[in-house]
T-cell receptor, first 114, second 115 residues
Framework: AQSVTQLGSHVSVSEGALVLLRCNYS??????LFWYVQYPNQGLQLLLK??????LVKGINGFEAEFKKSETSFHLTKPSAHMSDAAEYFC????????????FGPGTSLSVIP | GAVVSQHPSRVICKSGTSVKIECRSL??????MFWYRQFPKQSLMLMAT?????????EQGVEKDKFLINHASLTLSTLTVTSAHPEDSSFYIC???????????FGPGTRLTVT
């Protein structure tokens, strides 16, 4: 079965600094991977997705992620943090068994310090 | 496009009563809808998957008689929490997917508080 781990339940960066949120996956088949962002008391918004095409995926709001099969990683980065990036970030993997479902990682809370 | 709505956004009910939460796909037909539960500072836990016109598939440990899911049309799924108790208080989020597409679109969530 597929699973996702996120190293660091909380990450704090200064405004303008690099954002790096870590995600490692476990999958016996080529995975579909996602990054979602959640603002307080809201649903989830898709930032970007990897679907076995280009390994470097660009998403919304300046975020990107690189799929590294050798490291089973799909880390999320943004060159320069903005105050509005403060939110909860979830990495997720698609699990396709008898029916499709998405398995979410535990989440990383990002704080941006002015 | 691909907007999913939930109603209500917040609901407070008394212990022992039932509450219904609606999930609608506004601009696409959702053949599959998912219901998640999220506790504070935690990740989303999938409760069940529902396909239009068929019975929902519940995840292990989720009581199907307590969390009734109906997916009667391609744009509407409902979650009814029956005989609610304070421990059912949580943030419930639905998502919807069209056809065989892998991408899910999430609703804004419903905050349920049982007193």
């Amino acid at each position: 079965a597929q699973s996702v781990t996120q190293l660091g339940s909380h990450v704090s960066v200064s405004e303008g600094a690099l954002v790096l949120l870590r995600c490692n996956y476990s999958s016996s088949v080529p995975p579909y991977l996602f990054w979602y962002v959640q603002y307080p008391n809201q649903g989830l918004q898709l930032l970007l997705k990897y679907t076995s095409a280009a390994t470097l995926v660009k998403g919304i709001n300046g975020f990107e992620a690189e799929f590294k099969k050798s490291e089973t990683s799909f880390h999320l980065t943004k060159p320069s943090a903005h105050m509005s990036d403060a939110a909860e970030y979830f990495c997720a993997v698609r699990q396709k068994t008898s029916y499709d479902k998405v398995i979410f990682g535990p989440g990383t809370s990002l704080s941006v310090i002015p | 496009g691909a907007v999913v709505s939930q109603h209500p956004s917040r609901v407070i009910c008394k212990s022992g009563t039932s509450v219904k939460i609606e999930c609608r796909s506004l601009d696409f037909q959702a053949t599959t809808m998912f219901w998640y539960r999220q506790f504070p500072k935690q990740s989303l836990m999938l409760m069940a998957t529902s396909n239009e016109g068929s019975k929902a598939t519940y995840e292990q440990g989720v009581e199907k008689d307590k969390f009734l899911i109906n997916h009667a049309s391609l744009t509407l799924s409902t979650l009814t929490v029956t005989s609610a108790h304070p421990e059912d208080s949580s943030f419930y989020i639905c998502s919807a997917r069209a056809g065989e597409a892998y991408e899910q679109y999430f609703g804004p969530g419903t905050r349920l508080t049982v007193t």
